[in-house]
């Protein structure tokens, strides 16, 4: 199992899965939109994305976007997309993606990776704490939609 930081190159493979996370996420599917997107955030440096692969085949993707800091004055990470193809998983994949995405922030000179998940993601709040994310309970989180 290999991971990477994905490139341009990668946009068609990338998309499948993406497409696939965005339907896990009760979103249609639209592969063309996907690609789409992808393509303007990787073109534009507006996220980061690592893939796992094993040979050939796609197995994972994690997508990062650059956030910043102010009363640290930093650059920090926000781990927007975690997926493994549902044919892998079970397999660590999650993990190696976490790990490459801890190391892209070490790197970067980043003085933190952050995520949210919901309460009923049962495997992520599984998983999350054992690669060593912590749990803010001292914070309320709000957000604004436009409808």
Same mark, same amino acid.
């Given at each position: 199992? !290999? ?5 341009? #190159?990668? =946009? ?8 696939q ?5 009760? *979103? +249609?599917s639209?592969?063309?939109?996907a *690609? *789409?997107?992808? @393509?303007d955030?990787l +073109? ?14 796609? #197995?994972?993707? #994690?997508?990062?976007?650059p $956030? ?8 920090? /990470?926000?781990?927007?997309?975690l997926?493994v193809?549902?044919?892998? %998983?079970?397999?660590? =994949?999650s993990?190696?993606?976490? !790990? %490459?995405? *801890?190391? @892209?922030? %070490? !790197? ?5 990776l952050?995520? !949210? ?5 049962? =495997?992520?709040? +599984? $998983?999350?704490?054992r690669t060593?994310?912590? $749990?803010?309970?001292e @914070?309320?989180?709000?957000s /604004?939609?436009v +409808?």
């Amino acid at each position: 199992m !290999e991971v990477r930081r994905a490139t341009l #190159t990668d =946009i068609d493979s990338l998309a499948g899965l993406f497409d696939q996370y965005r339907v896990f996420y009760k *979103k +249609s599917s639209d592969l063309a939109a996907a *690609k *789409k997107f992808l @393509h303007d955030r990787l +073109s534009a440096n507006e996220s980061v994305v690592f893939v796992a692969t094993d040979g050939n085949v796609m #197995t994972g993707f #994690t997508q990062l976007y650059p $956030l910043f800091s102010s009363t640290r004055m930093k650059r920090l /990470w926000l781990l927007n997309d975690l997926f493994v193809d549902s044919r892998f %998983r079970g397999k660590g =994949i999650s993990f190696l993606l976490i !790990e %490459r995405a *801890k190391q @892209h922030c %070490r !790197e970067t000179g980043a003085c933190a990776l952050t995520l !949210e998940t919901a309460k009923s993601n049962l =495997i992520g709040n +599984s $998983l999350y704490p054992r690669t060593d994310f912590v $749990l803010d309970e001292e @914070h309320n989180y709000y957000s /604004w939609s436009v +409808s």
